[in-house]
């Protein structure tokens, strides 16, 4: 390997462009490395980091840099070809260099784990290979070092510290949010949370007489009852209202398979107990209702109260609607589709800084695994996953539930409209007729604050049912 000194200027000039694609995959949530492939002074290639979006162990930048040069070329030898990377290459990525018979290789910082052109071992310079790629190390070593500590800092020293495989959207992404003072707060040392961090808010008293649990669905976070919760914290009621994991302002796993019901039902339970949460009404909508429904039959002492909206429980018995089914194949074709537009198209009332809040928590493809896992969680089958829990679920609720319950149905909803609604509340014991707008779609949150009013009279009157 040649010194690190009198590095050639156009070295450099390729380095950074090799940069430019490290900080690129930075910005995915992958370790920050950046290549490019050189021949005769153009750039042919470029690749970046990607083994944990394309689930493949050999999406280095390297690699993928490699094959885009050899389609490109039409030849697997890229003779006359420089590959620049950002940090020495390993094993595997040496070892493909020199089966392309690269003229020269140039990196970044050097790797002393796993680096294999000169570090770790030397693979380049082993004399029984019978071709030799000159190498060059130490070209814009700082700066690429730099990346690689920017992004790895916070997993090591953050009190907080963010898994490997997680990604945690910048705080920067929910400031100056209207109508959504509140200051967040986090847990992440449950038992089931796996070192995930959960955000929550939690406003009010913990003696209140009333605790207002708001579980919020796909693909909302807790600013969807930022029109209930003054109207709860005004009358010096408790609000506590969490971001599932993967949604809003907590952590979000890189991969889809992190999420499944078990999981997250779980982590519910556990923060109900960690906070213990008493004299619970519990609100629900959309997947806050899939999961929320099977909690009170846990611990049903800690809960006097059921605000219901727009959601199931999903026993496998029943066919799943026709508006939930389009939706789960629009979240197939259109994993990307924009959350603040569908948002809009619901609800037209919203202006266009209340729609973006609903983008702020994925920023990227990256951040958007829940996204994508949600619609396939939903039971179907009786021996889906969480089916026989929410078959237990709907005993409880239409023989052992002790509290009172409101039912606020949107009817223009077009994933679960009326007659799901309507079969829901069927399940529930001793709910009054259902509350029905006319104008409000699959999020009711929306037309929260007189919902929020009338479920405060409903809870406090002694004469509801």
Same mark, same amino acid.
């Given at each position: ?7 050639? =200027? ?8 090799? &940069?430019?694609? *490290? ?8 370790? $920050? ?68 018979? @690269? ?19 030397? &693979? ?25 500590? #920017? ?61 207002? &649990? ?15 919760? =003054?109207?709860?914290?005004? *009358? ?38 960690? %906070? ?18 099977? @909690? ?16 199931? @429980?999903? #026993? ?31 609800? =037209? ?66 994933? @679960? ?6 079969? %829901? ?8 007729? $259902? ?31």
């Amino acid at each position: 390997m040649s010194p690190a000194s009198a590095h050639d =200027p156009r070295d450099e000039a390729f380095m950074r462009l090799a &940069l430019d694609q *490290a900080r690129a995959a930075a910005a995915r949530g992958e370790v $920050p490395v950046g290549a490019v492939v050189v021949r005769n002074g153009e750039v042919i290639a470029t690749g970046a980091n990607a083994p944990v979006a394309a689930h493949d162990p050999t999406a280095h930048a390297e690699i993928v840099a490699l094959r885009a040069a050899a389609e490109r070329l039409g030849n697997y030898r890229l003779d006359g070809c420089t590959l620049y990377v950002t940090l020495e290459p390993c094993a595997m990525c040496s070892g493909a260099m020199l089966h392309a018979r @690269l003229e020269r290789v140039v990196f970044g910082a050097t790797d002393p784990k796993t680096g294999t052109a000169g570090s770790v071992t030397d &693979l380049f310079a082993m004399p029984q290979i019978n071709h030799h790629t000159r190498v060059t190390g130490g070209v814009l070593a700082d700066a690429s070092a730099a990346l690689l500590r #920017t992004f790895f800092q916070p997993r090591r020293v953050n009190a907080q510290p963010l898994r490997d495989d997680a990604l945690r959207p910048p705080d920067a992404a929910f400031a100056d949010l209207p109508g959504f003072p509140w200051r967040v707060r986090h847990v992440q040392d449950l038992p089931s949370q796996n070192g995930w961090r959960m955000a929550y808010v939690d406003e009010g008293p913990p003696d209140a007489p009333i605790t207002w &649990l708001c579980l919020h669905g796909n693909p909302a976070w807790s600013y969807l009852y930022r029109h209930m919760i =003054p109207v709860w914290t005004a *009358a010096g009621h408790r609000v506590v209202a969490p971001d599932l994991i993967g949604f809003g302002r907590s952590d979000k796993p890189k991969k889809a398979t992190a999420h499944s019901f078990g999981f997250h039902r779980q982590v519910l339970l556990e923060f109900i107990e960690r %906070l213990d949460l008493q004299r619970v009404v519990l609100v629900v909508q959309d997947w806050g209702g899939i999961l929320g429904l099977t @909690l009170p039959m846990a611990a049903p002492q800690r809960y006097q109260g059921l605000l219901v909206m727009n959601t199931l @429980l999903a #026993t496998g018995q029943e066919p799943l609607s026709p508006g939930f089914l389009a939706w789960r194949q629009m979240c197939a074709e259109r994993p990307d589709y924009s959350v603040s537009r569908l948002f809009a198209r619901g609800n =037209p009332q919203l202006g266009a800084a209340e729609c973006a809040a609903y983008d702020a928590p994925f920023p990227d493809r990256g951040h958007r695994a829940a996204l994508r896992a949600f619609p396939t969680l939903v039971p179907e089958q009786p021996q889906d996953e969480g089916a026989a829990v929410s078959r237990e679920a709907a005993v409880f609720w239409s023989e052992r539930w002790q509290g009172r319950s409101l039912m606020v149905i949107g009817a223009a909803d077009p994933v @679960l409209g009326e007659p799901v609604m309507r079969r %829901l509340h069927r399940c529930i014991r001793n709910c009054p007729e $259902p509350v029905v707008l006319s104008q409000a779609g699959h999020f009711v949150q929306e037309h929260g604050e007189p919902v929020a009013r009338q479920a405060l009279v409903h809870f406090q009157s002694p004469s509801s049912p």
